[in-house]
C-alpha cells in the first residue's frame, strides 16, 4: 500500500518549522541588532565634531594668553572660535547642539574671568559643570534611569522599554553610565588642584589634553557594553489613527 501523499508534506512542515530555525542565523542577526544599537553612541555624544566645537575653544584661550597676556582678549578670541564653530553649522544646516553648549560654557567662562582678571578662571565652569555632570550620571544610575538609556533610547527607536522589557539592556545601560562616572570623573580630580594653584598654563594645556581622548574612551566601552547586550525591543508606535467614518 502506497505513503499518503499528505504524510510526506506533513514530515515536511516540520522539518521546515522552528525545530530546524538556524540557530547560527538567530545569533547572526542578535548581534547585528547589537550592533546597530551600540553604534548610536558616537551619534548621541556628537561624534568627533562635537568634541572638537567643545575642545578647540579652550586651546585658542590658552594659546592667545601665551602670547598676549590678556585675558579679555584670550576670552574673545575663544569666543570668536565658538561662534564660528555655530555659523559653520547653520550655513550647513547641520545641528547646533553641541557647538552651542560650547558657545554656552565659553561665554561664560569667558565672563567670568574678565569679571575677575583671572585667567584660570575661564576653566572654572567647565570643571564645576564636569563634577555637576558626573553626580548626575551617578544618581540617574541609582535610580535605575541610567542616563546612558535615556540618552540613547529614543535613538535607537526603543524609548523607555529598557526599563520594563529589556532588563538585560537595562542592566547594560546601568554599567555604561558608570563607566562614564569613572572616566570623566577623572577630569575634575586631576585639573581641580590646579586651578587652585593659580598654573594657568598647566591647567589649560592639561584642560585640552583631557578633552577629546576621556571622551572616546567613554564611547568605546560604551560601545563595547551594548555590543554584547540584548538588542533593543522597538517602541510601540503613537495609537494608529482612527478610521475616517
Given amino acids: 500500500m502506497s505513503n499518503q501523499p499528505g504524510g510526506d508534506a506533513a514530515q515536511l512542515d516540520l522539518a521546515q518549522g522552528p525545530a530546524a530555525e538556524d540557530p547560527a542565523a538567530e545569533e547572526a542577526a542578535r548581534k547585528a541588532a547589537s ?3 551600540a553604534d548610536t553612541v558616537m551619534k548621541a555624544f556628537g561624534g568627533v565634531r562635537g568634541m572638537i566645537d567643545m575642545t578647540l575653544p579652550g586651546l585658542v584661550f590658552i594659546v592667545t594668553y601665551n602670547l598676549t597676556h ?3 582678549t584670550s576670552a574673545w578670541a575663544a569666543l570668536a572660535l565658538s561662534g564660528l564653530f555655530v555659523v559653520a553649522r547653520l550655513a550647513k544646516r547641520e545641528t547646533i547642539q553641541h557647538a ?5 560654557g565659553v561665554a561664560l567662562g569667558a565672563w567670568i574671568s574678565m569679571k575677575s582678571g583671572k585667567a584660570e578662571d575661564f576653566y572654572l565652569p567647565g570643571l564645576l559643570w564636569n563634577v555637576g555632570y558626573c553626580i548626575a550620571l551617578a544618581a540617574s544610575a541609582l535610580a ?3 542616563m546612558i538609556g ?3 533610547g529614543p535613538i535607537t527607536g526603543e524609548m523607555f522599554t529598557w526599563r520594563k522589557e529589556n532588563p538585560g539592556r537595562l542592566a547594560a545601560y546601568t554599567k ?4 562614564w562616572v569613572v572616566i570623566m570623573g577623572l577630569k575634575p ?4 588642584p590646579l586651578y587652585f594653584t593659580h598654573n594657568v598654563n598647566l591647567l589649560g594645556w592639561l584642560k585640552v589634553a583631557l578633552g577629546i581622548p576621556p571622551m572616546l574612551l567613554a564611547m568605546y566601552v560604551t560601545w563595547q557594553i551594548l555590543l554584547k547586550a540584548p538588542p533593543p525591543i522597538k517602541a510601540p508606535l503613537d495609537e494608529e489613527e482612527e478610521p475616517a467614518k
Avoid: H, N
Avoid at 100 to 104: A, K, P, T
Avoid at 189 to 192: A, D, G, K, P
Fill in 100 to 104: 552651542f553648549s560650547g558657545v554656552f
Fill in 144 to 146: 535605575r534611569w541610567p
Fill in 150 to 152: 535615556v540618552m540613547l
Fill in 176 to 179: 555604561a553610565t558608570w563607566a
Fill in 35 to 37: 550592533k546597530e544599537a
Fill in 70 to 72: 590678556q585675558v579679555s
Fill in 189 to 192: 580630580v586631576i585639573l581641580f
